[in-house]
Structures are given as structure tokens and as C-alpha cells.
């Protein structure tokens, strides 16, 4: 019998992770770089061409100008890096406060375990435009606050996912074996469980980043995101959607480059899922 395929060559054989890896490098590399190709900045008005263009060649106008003549390819890769930024941020944090919390009601439970996910569901019960709506009346209107409030949320999925598979590994047999060796609580968390829960938490980031994205969008769409002179998917959508019947691309090029990013981290969490998962498909 051949030796069992390693994550790395059962990812490797993954078609749809391989493609989904390479649009994402892709469209992170426009993003970096792209803005820096167009001789237009993201907030300029082209008062030497015609307003409310169609994509041209013409005065580097790739996706157009929308209907104040500001160009739409700067305009999408400026606010592509924002939703992106937001997304990875929050994501980090999801990841710092879920993976600790998880990891710290599933391994000891009982009546800990209990106060902790109590807390959880309350937080769950709170309404999220509510939470938005206060944090902007309190703080005003700043793109930090978005990290604040999605990252006030967004942690509790991670939690637990994270709460599940530890009471899950707690009870194996190499658990067992580190407790008779005397190892602390501290010690089997940080060398047994949290390495182990590495592929769960690794399927659960890929997962989380488009719904981040998704809720960036979101609150910019309603105009609670991020404000002008800053742009984001979001923002150029609610842009794009008013002006829809004068300049279509203006919502197409930002709308379509998030549904391509949102799709290619949504088929990447889906590869990993059964590249770690040893019964599933490679």
C-alpha cells in the first residue's frame, strides 16, 4: 500500500484550492500594486476628460470614471485594500480571543465552561447594527471603530468551534498520557491541544475572512462603514447602486472584484476542510 498523503500533497491535488490560491495571490497583488499603475489617485477628478465614462484606454481609464469623472480601477483596488485590511484585522483578533476562550471553557468545562458560553450567548443576543449604531454615537465615525465592532462579534463562531473540539481532545489518550507525566494545565493546553486544534482553526479563519468582508460591506453600504475620502467595496457599491442607470461599470468592477475574492476564500476554506479532514475527498 502507499504511505497516506501528507495535508501539503492532498492540497496540492486540490484543483479548486490551487486555482482559488492563485486568484487570491492575484487579486492581492493588484491590490498592492495596481493603484500604483494608474496615473490617477483615488480621490482626483479628471476635468480634462468626459464624466461618467465607460472603460477606455483613453486617459488610463480602465473600469471608467463614475458620475463625479473620479476613476473606478483606482477607486476599486483603494477600497479592496480597506475591506481586505478590515477583513484580515478583525479575523486576527477573532483569532487571538476565540482560539484562547474555546480552548480555555472546552478544556476545563464544568462550571466554568457554563459562565463562559452564558456570556457568549448574550453577546450573540445582542443586536449588531444596535452595537454599530451606539459605538458611532459614543465615538464618532472612524475606521477603527469598524475593527472595534466587528471584531466584538465576530470572535464568538471561533469560540465555539474551538470550545467543541477541545472537549473533544481533552478526553484522548495523549492527554491522558500528559497528565500522568504531571504536565500543568497550562503546558498540555499550549503543546497538546492548541497544535491539534491547528486544522480546525485554519478552516475557520478561511471561512471567516469573506464574512467579514461581507459585513464591512455591509455597514459602508448603509453608510455606517467607512467614510469619505476613504472608499471600500462597500461604500462603492452604495455609490455604484445609486448611480446604476448612468454608469453601470461603477457597480459592476467594485461588485464583481468582492464576489470574486469573497468566492475564492470560501473555495480555499472548503479545500482545507478536506484536505484535514483524513476522511474526506483529497
Known sequence: MSPPLTGWQRLVQHRAALCALGLLTLIVLALLIGPALSPHAVDSID???????????????????????????????????????????????????????GAIAGYFGGALDAAMMR?????????????????????GRDLVLVFVAIGAINWLDMARVVRAQTMALKSQEFVRAART???????????????????????????????????????????????EPATSWGTLINEGAREM???????????????????????????????????GPP
Not at 51 to 77: E, I, K, M, Q
Not at 206 to 218: D, G, K, N, R
Open 47 to 101: 476635468f480634462d476628460g468626459d464624466w461618467a465614462t465607460g472603460p477606455s484606454a483613453v486617459n488610463a481609464h480602465w473600469f471608467g470614471t463614475d458620475s463625479l469623472g473620479r476613476d473606478v480601477f483606482v477607486r476599486t483596488l483603494e477600497g479592496g485594500r480597506i475591506s481586505v485590511a478590515v477583513a484580515f484585522a478583525a479575523t486576527l483578533v477573532s483569532l487571538l480571543i476565540g482560539v484562547s476562550y
Open 119 to 139: 456570556a457568549v450567548d448574550i453577546l450573540y443576543a445582542l443586536p449588531f447594527l444596535f452595537l454599530v449604531i451606539l459605538l458611532m454615537v459614543l465615538f
Open 245 to 279: 442607470e448612468a454608469t453601470p461599470w461603477a457597480l459592476l468592477f467594485p461588485a464583481g472584484c468582492m464576489a470574486l475574492t469573497l468566492l475564492c476564500f470560501n473555495l480555499l476554506g472548503d479545500a482545507l476542510r478536506d484536505v484535514l479532514d483524513p476522511k
Open 181 to 227: 507525566h504531571g504536565l500543568s494545565d497550562g503546558a498540555i493546553l499550549w503543546r497538546h491541544i492548541l497544535p491539534n486544534l491547528l486544522g480546525v482553526v485554519m478552516v475557520t479563519v478561511t471561512l471567516t475572512i469573506p464574512q467579514v468582508i461581507l459585513t464591512e460591506s455591509f455597514l459602508s453600504f448603509l453608510g455606517l462603514g467607512v467614510q
